[in-house]
């Protein structure tokens, strides 16, 4: 196990560099000079040679690649992620100030798409062939084929604009709410935003969970319970447990998908999360805010993935049992 825990990281943390490099290389392979990376075209162009100096020296690309990545990593493992072009402040605190933001709306919606989309697919596996399933599955595929922002302009469009029960942008009103108040406040900006990732999410859940039950429920050992005279309940629960493994590796390899549907969920309600950073930052050309959120991305996905890779034998017995 032991052995297992350590080559897993060191794969893990291969991985990790990897995108570390990528994410340090992308902006200085662009075409042109590095100024035009940080700056708009119409300012780089008045700049004087001096102030080009001045730029380049403020942010470090006047130095040599290999210095240049040395002390890139250096400020990673310090936090220091340069300073943002548009902002004027450091990276590491414009990401602070979202991703809070983004966690409750990702974290929401991985909970409620795996809830709702595991339950589905089990009833549609367990009623497999009749109308239900039919139904049920011809359901979720026509929400999974809408694209996000279709979703959430129409949920805007019914439940904000036309029925007024939830405010339209933001996650905080302009008054000064506190406590209870503010909480509530905070939930009900969320449900439409939410709401929109958790359809995103649930037609795969849905998918990976049915299929798997299905494959279950032509197991030796479910043929074994029935004929040992036990309730449809209980041979249900008894499948449902081994179907429940996929479904949990897709919920934290989904966790990535959900966050780059975030960015465009959050544009569509003007959600101050990690997404409408990312948003902002590229109509702003403003490379070192990408470059940090990218980098935030990646590790919160590697994580996901490690966390999913030692968590499944503790999972499943016989991977436990293959290993030892």
Known sequence: MARHLLRT????????????????????????????????????????????????DRFGLDDAVP???????????????????????????????????????????LALSTLIGAALGFRSAWRRGTRADTGTLGAVMFLDALPPFFVGMMLLLAFSVGLGWFPSYGAVSATDEQGLQLV????????????????????????????????ELQEDYVLMAEAKGLSDRQVRRHAARNALLPVSTVALVGLGTLVGGAAVVESVFSYPGLGRL???????????????????????????????????????????????
Do not use: C, H
């Open 278 to 324: 990312i948003y902002e930052s590229v109509l702003a050309r403003d490379y070192p805010v990408l470059q940090g959120a990218f980098l935030l991305l990646i590790v919160t996905i590697v994580i996901a993935n490690l966390l999913n890779d030692l968590a499944y034998p503790l999972l499943d017995p016989r991977v436990r049992k293959r290993r030892s």
């Open 67 to 109: 210095e240049q990545f040395r002390r890139y990593v250096t400020g990673i493992a310090r936090g220091d992620l340069l300073v943002s072009v548009r902002f004027g402040r450091p990276v590491t605190s414009l990401l602070r100030e979202r991703v809070g933001w983004t966690l409750l709306l990702v974290g929401g919606a």
């Open 184 to 215: 509530l406040e905070v939930l009900k900006r969320a449900v439409l935003p939410m709401a929109t990732l958790t359809v995103a999410g649930l037609g795969p859940m849905y998918l990976i969970a049915r299929s798997a039950l299905v494959s």
């Open 9 to 56: 990281s060191l794969q893990y943390g291969a991985v990790l560099f990897a995108a570390i490099v990528l994410n340090f290389a992308l902006p200085r392979l662009a075409p042109g000079d590095a100024i035009d990376y940080l700056l708009p075209p119409e300012q780089a162009g008045a700049l004087t040679p001096e102030q080009r100096t001045a730029v380049l």
